[in-house]
């Protein structure tokens, strides 16, 4: 089957992009309230290691969704912050459209509820649990077969799942290009806004195709 990896870079990029700016922490679970504000600070940060720390999830495909997402996010804050350092924000904003540092305010002010060994987090100005916790040893772990984004089938998990592994590996390889001064494909300088695009373009359909054939050398095992 052909791969779909070759859709236009940029609107797989705007139609995914949540970047935020914070540093990864250990993760403080002794409330629900404090395993949420863990989980949003390891998620934008990238720290996959805590993240699993934080989750709660039978479900491989969820975790592994979770995991990949945050490691998208870290990819494109590092890619917007090396083509600051080399090109200037301006041009930084123009290929990478990323937001500040996450507001975590609605959470601290918000409403833990707590029933025994679960707990919900209804953020402030907010009618519904936006978290639902369980107490696993001693700890407020998220349940994450419950957060909205993965009450979905998990044949389209997978499918999310492996656009943001490639995408992430694709924004890696930009970062050390543009660190580099280099276009991966011809090896010339990078001085433009084109070159920077062809970069990356290519090396998403690069990570696409690594992957395929990752997917594929895995299938054909006895």
Request: proline share 3%; aromatic share 6%; charged share 35%.
């Amino acid at each position: 089957m052909k791969s779909n990896h070759f859709v236009a870079t940029t609107i797989i990029l705007s139609s995914f992009l949540r970047v935020h700016m914070l540093f990864a922490a250990e993760p403080d679970l002794s409330t629900p309230k404090n395993a949420v504000l863990s989980f949003y600070k390891a998620k934008d940060s990238g720290d996959t290691n805590t993240l699993k720390q934080i989750l709660v999830s039978g479900d491989a495909t969820k975790s592994n969704a979770m995991l990949a997402d945050s490691s998208f996010a870290f990819q494109a804050q590092r890619l917007h912050s090396a083509i600051e350092k080399k090109f200037g924000k301006e041009e930084a904003d123009r290929v990478m459209d990323i937001e500040g540092a996450r507001d975590l305010k609605p959470v601290e002010t918000g409403k833990e509820s707590i029933q025994g060994d679960e707990a919900t987090v209804t953020k402030n100005g907010e009618k519904e649990p936006a978290f639902f916790l369980k107490k696993v040893d001693g700890k407020w772990k998220i349940d994450l077969s419950k957060i909205s984004e993965f009450k979905i089938p998990t044949r389209d998990l997978e499918g999310l799942l492996a656009q943001r592994s490639y995408l992430a590996r694709g924004l890696q390889l930009t970062v050390d290009d543009v660190e580099k001064g280099i276009v991966s494909e011809t090896g010339k300088e990078m001085k433009t806004h084109d070159d920077l695009l062809d970069d990356l373009n290519f090396n998403v359909k690069k990570a696409g195709r690594e992957m395929d054939n990752k997917k594929s050398a895995e299938e054909k095992k006895p």
